[in-house]
T-cell receptor
């Protein structure tokens, strides 16, 4: 089955340290890939997107992600975590099997320790 | 900046009652979606809508669910006879055609009692 897998359900880091949230996709096609963030009791906000242009994508709030076709990965990183980064993060694919629907990963809850 | 708006933000309904969740997608978008997120679980696809018809639906989207775009701006999700397990956050989203990102509304929290 075509899918998106987020390898960690929960990641905890200290403020000021790097963040790595992992995502792998399974597809015969090259999908568009996105990271969305959901703060408590809020909607889904787009962090960044990959749509077949540059493989290293920069997003808002200092986040970036690198598309690696050979590894079918799209990991999200940030050099230095901030308390306000605490949220749920979703890796999302579009265009898997040519469909227009978005396929969500399971989500990763990011906790920032002071 | 254009945004997707959903109303109401929170709806409480009795089991067996009909509910209609409303969404106003971004005006020049062509694809519309409903997703739901049961508390503590992943975001699940319900249905996509294009050119005034359903383009894809999930197993969750059974005969109790329907969608409409009645007036060219609103996009509604109707649940005919709600069940306790329909309690969730429902998100509407829209996107332009192609590989572009989807824009999500703030969600409607549906509580079935």
């Amino acid at each position: 089955a075509q899918s998106v897998t987020q390898l960690d359900s929960h990641v905890s880091v200290s403020e000021g340290t790097p963040v790595l949230l992992r995502c792998n996709y399974s597809s015969s096609y090259s999908p568009s890939l996105f990271w969305y963030v959901q703060h408590p009791n809020k909607g889904l906000q787009l962090l960044l997107k990959y749509t077949s242009a540059a493989t290293l994508v920069k997003g808002i709030n200092g986040f970036e992600a690198e598309f690696k076709k050979s590894e079918t990965s799209f990991h999200l990183t940030k050099p230095s975590a901030h308390m306000s980064d605490a949220a749920e993060y979703f890796c999302v694919a579009k265009g898997i099997q040519g469909a227009q629907k978005l396929v969500f990963g399971q989500g990763t809850r990011l906790t920032i320790n002071p | 900046e254009p945004e997707v708006t959903q109303t109401p933000s929170h709806q409480v309904t009795q089991m067996g009652q009909e509910v209609i969740l409303r969404c106003v997608p971004i005006s020049n978008h062509l694809y519309f979606y409903w997703y739901r997120q049961i508390l503590g679980q992943k975001v699940e696809f319900l249905v996509s809508f294009y050119n005034n018809e359903i383009s894809e639906k999930s197993e969750i989207f059974d005969d109790q669910f329907s969608v409409e775009r009645p007036d060219g701006s609103n996009f509604t999700l109707k649940i005919r006879s709600t069940k306790l397990e329909d309690s969730a956050m429902y998100f509407c989203a829209s996107t332009r055609e192609g590989r572009t990102e989807a824009f999500f509304g703030q969600g409607t929290r549906l509580t079935v009692v």
